[in-house]
């Protein structure tokens, strides 16, 4: 897979796939640039190298054209960022942006509107593939969080133009691989979340490379449910496979350490109402909304052991504040561990980002979907079309 370095995209049109999916606040304005200052270091590279820089991304799942999923306000965040004027079109394909396109300078920068204003977009349309590599001499892929999405501008683009792999990109390969292939030990895992049927394979291949399996979240109790520890756990609506990959699961492996306390809250969360105890202890009434204060004490001295740390999922219902406890709790074990580390999943990085410990970590991945694709082995056709 060639890179960004074996381009010659001296003076050149570059046409780049960013992933600007990013919050925006209740006035349009991007509440967490996160994802934007993670591409920044290709758009610079490419700014140095006199290139002529063309911006596409998605937003949102839009049904048409939609005007508050518009990347108009991305734009705006971006010129702050890089200290200069980044240009905006309202469109993405079409005359007038091939007309901008076209008069271009060197050293210029701008951004296309919303890419998914466009249901050929997500079909992989080879027309609307074809419009957008008309723009560019070459396509860099930089948005890893979208590399397993078969979507135009993911693979559609790159099947054009010469290609190659951004800046961010080619970071998150390299850093996952070694996650996979040549941790340092002990590896420690962490994995929680809500749907068990998202991260089975995740679970699965871990059990075989990493040292320790921590495992927290619904997808804990779901474990716990199936088991049949955790009775009054309603059993998940999954498809059989799922629950015959859960039966399969060894609860006596030592790798794999499951919370054996729970913070109890009534069904609908009423957070007047919190009581811990034994995962075997959950009343009719109740549902388990965070790990206990015994699973935390086990959980953190096998952290203080690691290496290499890698999470993914918080291991609480961490929406609410009294369920974040634990998450914060394992955030700032993995930070005191001294461990390489690893984190990723739109909630877990919301969580951290909200209480300040983002630059605590070794490497935060862009990709949720994304990394448990690329952990589990899937195929990422977004990576795959660079080869």
Not at 202 to 222: E, P, Q, W, Y
Request: aromatic share 6%; with cysteine.
């Amino acid at each position: 897979m060639k890179t960004i370095k074996q381009l010659d995209v001296r003076d050149k049109k570059v046409l780049v796939r960013c992933d600007f999916n990013v919050p925006l606040d209740e006035n349009g304005n991007v509440s967490d640039d996160f994802r934007i200052r993670k591409t920044i270091p290709t758009i610079r590279y490419l700014i140095d190298k006199n290139a002529k820089v063309i911006l596409i991304s998605h937003l949102g799942s839009p049904k048409g054209k939609d005007p508050k999923l518009s990347l108009k306000p991305v734009a705006s965040e971006l010129s702050r960022l890089l200290g200069i004027e980044v240009k905006f079109l309202n469109d993405c394909v079409g005359p007038e942006v091939e007309k901008a396109a076209s008069q271009m300078e060197k050293r210029q920068v701008i951004l296309l509107e919303n890419l998914r204003f466009y249901s050929e977009e997500k079909a992989n349309d080879p027309v609307f593939a074809g419009k957008l590599a008309k723009l560019a001499d070459f396509f860099i892929q930089d948005g890893f969080a979208v590399c397993h999405r078969p979507h135009a501008s993911v693979v559609g683009v790159a099947g054009i133009l010469p290609s190659g792999a951004g800046l961010l990109l080619e970071k998150e390969i390299k850093i996952l691989t070694k996650t996979m292939e040549d941790p340092s030990r002990p590896l420690v895992v962490i994995i929680g979340g809500a749907k068990i049927s998202t991260k089975i394979k995740v679970i699965k291949r871990f059990l075989n490379i990493s040292d320790h399996l921590l495992l927290g979240g619904k997808i804990a109790n779901t474990i716990l449910a199936i088991k049949g520890i955790c009775v009054r756990e309603p059993l998940p609506d999954e498809e059989e496979g799922v629950l015959k990959d859960v039966e399969a699961i060894n609860l006596t492996d030592p790798k794999l350490h499951l919370p054996v306390d729970g913070v109890m809250s009534l069904a609908n969360t009423d957070e007047k109402y919190l009581r811990t105890g034994a995962v075997g202890t959950v009343k009719k009434e109740e549902r388990i909304f965070d790990v206990g204060p015994e699973t935390m004490e086990t959980f953190k001295k096998i952290i203080a052991s690691a290496k290499m740390i890698v999470w993914n999922g918080p291991l609480g219902y961490a929406e609410v504040s009294p369920f974040e406890k634990s998450s914060i709790e394992i955030a700032k074990a993995i930070k005191n561990s001294g461990a390489f580390s690893v984190l990723g999943g739109g909630e877990t990085v919301e969580l951290i980002s909200k209480i300040g410990m983002i630059d605590d970590f070794s490497h935060v991945s862009t990709g949720g979907g994304a990394m448990l694709g690329f952990f589990s082995g899937d195929s990422m056709p977004g990576i795959e079309v660079l080869k």
